[in-house]
């Protein structure tokens, strides 16, 4: 693979394929625990070392699972790495384990990890699958933190745990309680999907624009030509 | 009196898709007609409450004895996978038509979260095996409630005039959180 390719491949999962934005994958953790900046940061970060791992022992021994069983090896691999970040996270950062808390096993049924290790790692070299987990993996947090801390910021009047003057006087509570998740969420899905528009439309515009010059170019010499 | 207070909690105050958070991906996928719906729902309850009886036996009759709780999310995720396997077989032989409708959607039932976080909530709530079972009714039946009501509010969504950049996901997920918002009032009934 290409270095250009690489690099777009790595930034797919931040915007054109941003799991949370763009395909709506796991859902569950994105609004359970985003009711604080921290916390987003830090679901995403468990969730994108599980897909790491994942990613690339299922790429890995792709050649080894029969086709019929594949997706119970699967699970059983993604399990694993889900009981190595439990463990390692309530012995570590016991505050955030316990904040996070159902969350942190139930890692192991988010759609994006089987999902990448079906569409893509199942396909894929161990190269290339790595770079897909972290832009997937980095892509979920940057959309969980953004959740996270949007939500903190209009429903604490903080950010990542530090106050904001008057917001933090004039909190809208509602915004950290679970129908705030919902709202916020949908809000925010609008907005990347206008912005995501908006890009294309100027990305067709300047390739219309680019089109007419050539065209403009081509024609001057027989113009003159003539 | 006490299994009561367990249902009407599981099923209405901490509804587990509403106020827990899980089991949205089913809830913002299955739910754009009411007849996939009550399928959906009915499945939910059958193999929520399958999953919460296997996994309750495994983990305080293999599991805690032999000291191996680690292993808990494995065991559990392989319990509910080889479960949802039989759901559908058996489906597909008894009601055709309920496997056309399903179809789909079974297999997903693997990676439904509601189902993994209700076994695993069961066990560390240290229910016994009849309040395990009365919670994942009722959890289940609260699936169940929240997707049918979300259901009907959608069929008539879709004869909306919409803002275009808020057609399809951020309308239904603003539109949950407004039925989140009215499921807050149930606040305090327990």
Redesign the interface.
């Known amino acids: 693979m290409s270095e250009r390719n690489l690099r777009q491949e790595f930034l797919k999962g931040f915007f054109t394929e941003n799991p949370v934005f763009v395909l709506l994958l796991g859902m569950c953790p994105t609004l359970g625990v985003t009711s604080s900046a921290v916390n987003g940061l830090g679901m995403g970060l468990a969730t994108a070392v599980v897909l790491l791992g994942s990613n690339v022992v299922v790429a890995l021994v792709k050649n080894l699972i029969p086709e019929k069983v594949r997706i119970p090896a699967f699970i059983v691999i993604i399990a694993s790495f889900v009981t190595v970040i439990d463990l390692t996270m309530a012995a570590f950062v016991p505050d955030l384990h316990a904040n996070l808390g159902l969350f942190i096993p139930l890692i192991v049924v988010n759609c994006i990890i089987l999902g990448r290790a079906e569409a893509f790692a199942s396909k894929n070299t161990v190269a290339s699958s790595t770079v897909d987990a972290l832009s997937m993996g980095l892509g979920f947090s940057f959309a969980l933190t953004l959740l996270g801390g949007t939500r903190e910021i209009l429903g604490a009047g903080a950010i990542f745990g530090l106050p904001i003057p008057w917001l933090v006087d004039n909190p809208i509570l509602i915004f950290i309680m679970p129908p705030g998740a919902f709202i916020a969420l949908g809000f925010l899905i609008a907005a990347v999907n206008t912005a995501r528009e908006r890009v294309e439309v100027a990305a067709k515009r300047r390739a219309r624009a680019r089109a007419a010059t050539q065209a403009a170019l081509v024609t001057t010499p027989t113009v003159k030509g003539e | 009196m006490e299994y009561l207070v367990i249902l009407i909690s599981a099923l209405l105050v901490n509804n587990i898709v509403?106020?827990?958070?899980?089991?949205?991906?089913p809830f913002?996928g299955v739910s754009s007609r009411l007849s996939t719906a009550v399928g959906m729902g009915a499945a939910v309850v059958f193999v929520m409450t399958m999953a919460t009886i296997a996994t309750h036996l495994i983990q305080n009759l293999i599991l805690v004895p032999l000291g191996l709780t680690?292993?808990?999310?494995?065991a559990f995720?392989?319990v509910i996978?080889s479960l949802v396997q039989l759901v559908e077989i058996v489906l597909k032989k008894v009601s055709p038509a309920l496997y056309q409708a399903l179809g789909v959607f079974l297999p997903l039932i693997?990676?439904?979260?509601a189902i993994?976080?209700v076994a695993?909530?069961v066990v560390?709530r240290g229910y016994t095996l009849g309040q395990g079972v009365v919670f994942a009714i009722g959890s289940s039946l609260g699936f169940m409630l929240a997707l049918y009501i979300f259901a009907g509010i959608r069929e008539k969504l879709a004869l909306l005039d919409i803002p275009k950049?808020?057609k399809g996901?951020?309308?239904?997920?603003?539109t949950?959180?407004?039925l989140?918002?009215a499921f807050?009032g149930f606040a305090g009934l327990v």
């Open positions: 509403l106020s827990q958070f899980l089991g949205i991906c913002l680690f292993l808990q999310t494995v995720i392989l996978a693997t990676t439904n979260c993994l976080g695993i909530l560390g950049a808020m996901a951020p309308i239904s997920l603003v949950a959180g407004l989140a918002l807050g």
